[in-house]
T-cell receptor, first 116, second 117 residues
Framework: AQKVTQAQTEISVVEKEDVTLDCVYE???????LFWYKQPPSGELVFLIR??????QNEISGRYSWNFQKSTSSFNFTITASQVVDSAVYFC?????????????FGGGTRLMVKP | GAVVSQHPSRVICKSGTSVKIECRSL??????MFWYRQFPKQSLMLMAT?????????EQGVEKDKFLINHASLTLSTLTVTSAHPEDSSFYIC?????????????FGDGTRLSIL
């Protein structure tokens, strides 16, 4: 069975600090997809990134970067120079069976609070 | 593109009322839609997978008769919470998968916040 663990339930940082959100996953499939979503207080889910199991290249998008390590089954997310607008709950998720459109298993989420 | 509209965004009603939530794919067709539930400060849990033209597949522990799902067309799935009680108060969010869009990620609606008094 698939499982996603986000060990950090809450993180509080001061603006401009860098912060890394951890995500560890379990799956028996060799082909799978990993995602990160942001959920602001308004509730909607904002898609941030999708990564397939065959692509271990790290990715950077502006202040966001992701580190995918199959050897440790981790897909960590770093925000550099955090801003107050980054305050939200962040979810890591996994879909199996080689299809990114399959059902998602979400981690418990990490609530990030960025203080001015 | 790939917009999913969920309606209503918020519902407050009395115990015993049945509540219908709509999930529409506005600019694409979706043979498969998913319904998730999120209790306060918790993660999203899949309730059921809705397939156009066939019965929904429910996750373990989700009551079929309590949460009726109808996926009557390629752009609309509805979730009806029948005879809702306070314990059904939650945030319900749907997502849709693009038809013939292999490996396309799901597109999420903005969610429905249901409060049962």
């Amino acid at each position: 069975a698939q499982k996603v663990t986000q060990a950090q339930t809450e993180i509080s940082v001061v603006e401009k600090e860098d912060v890394t959100l951890d995500c560890v996953y379990e799956t028996r499939d060799t082909t799978y997809y990993l995602f990160w979503y942001k959920q602001p207080p308004s509730g909607e889910l904002v898609f941030l990134i999708r990564r397939n199991s065959f692509d271990e290249q790290n990715e950077i998008s502006g202040r966001y970067s992701w580190n995918f390590q199959k050897s440790t089954s981790s897909f960590n997310f770093t925000i550099t120079a955090s801003q107050v607008v980054d305050s939200a709950v962040y979810f890591c998720a996994l879909s199996e069976a080689g299809n990114a459109g399959n059902m998602l298993t979400f981690g418990g989420g990490t609530r990030l609070m960025v203080k001015p | 593109g790939a917009v999913v509209s969920q309606h209503p965004s918020r519902v407050i009603c009395k115990s015993g009322t049945s509540v219908k939530i709509e999930c529409r794919s506005l600019d694409f067709q979706a043979t498969t839609m998913f319904w998730y539930r999120q209790f306060p400060k918790q993660s999203l849990m899949l309730m059921a997978t809705s397939n156009e033209g066939s019965k929904a597949t429910y996750e373990q522990g989700v009551e079929k008769d309590k949460f009726l799902i109808n996926h009557a067309s390629l752009t609309l799935s509805t979730l009806t919470v029948t005879s809702a009680h306070p314990e059904d108060s939650s945030f319900y969010i749907c997502s849709a998968r693009v038809m013939d869009g292999y490996n396309q990620p799901q597109h999420f609606g903005d969610g429905t916040r249901l409060s049962i008094l």
